[in-house]
């Protein structure tokens, strides 16, 4: 899959025509700064232990979801993390006073391929959460190490790791990391590895090999900076 993914990149690449890349994503120089920061790994090697589930006797390692008690950015405001993320990406959303402030209506615009989704025809299940930089990665490697605490912070950090995004697009990503996966708009891929690098490199987490090659990739279709 890796492989796939980086045949695509180099053959638009190569074809001779410039870099597209959508408006307001972030310059070249910039992203290309983050990949040289960031610690690369040879491969990813699975840890044991990694279950999300928090109910009767599961682990719950990255703490229950979207909770409102943990040291991530916007954190302890009496709001879901979920419905933070949805009133920050929708535009026209109305949040519900009370218990875990929902949001109702809006419109999306997917991060990741540019289609609009409106709350008011798929209801806000029609709209996921990402987390960019994967929780079942972010396990394996290196953060199966941490206390509970940074787990559930990484896990809720609406400024850096989280995203509103189509439902289907999202369960398409599922847990995949830049080398099996990148966005099904290439104009997007710039802005993706942006955000990939971002939570990386605030939570101190490494990229494989073959995760860099991908998002060296993508970079190249950054803007030029000024």
Known sequence: ?????????????????????????PPREAVGALLDAVEVVESR????????DCSGASACVFGPAWSDTTGAPGSRNGCSTRHDVLARDLVGGTR????????????????????????????????????????????DLGAWSWPAGRRAAFANDVDRNLLAVAASVNTGKSDSTPADW??????????????????????????????????????????PGP
């Open 96 to 139: 519900t006073p009370g218990a875990r402030c929902e949001v109702s209506g809006g419109v999306l615009t997917d991060p990741y391929t540019g289609r609009l989704v409106d709350v008011g025809t798929t209801g806000v299940r029609g709209i996921h959460v990402d987390h960019v930089y994967p929780l079942s990665a972010a396990w």
């Open 182 to 223: 990148l966005p099904p708009d290439p104009g997007r891929h710039c802005f993706y590895a942006s955000r990939y690098l971002t939570a990386a490199i605030a939570y101190g987490l490494p990229v494989t090999r073959a995760d860099h090659d991908a998002l060296a990739g993508a970079i190249r279709r950054c803007p």
């Open 1 to 25: 899959m890796a492989l796939v993914v980086l045949g695509v990149l180099a053959a638009v690449w190569w074809s001779g025509q410039p870099p597209r890349s959508v408006p307001g994503s």
């Open 45 to 52: 090697n699975p840890a044991p232990g990694y279950e999300r």
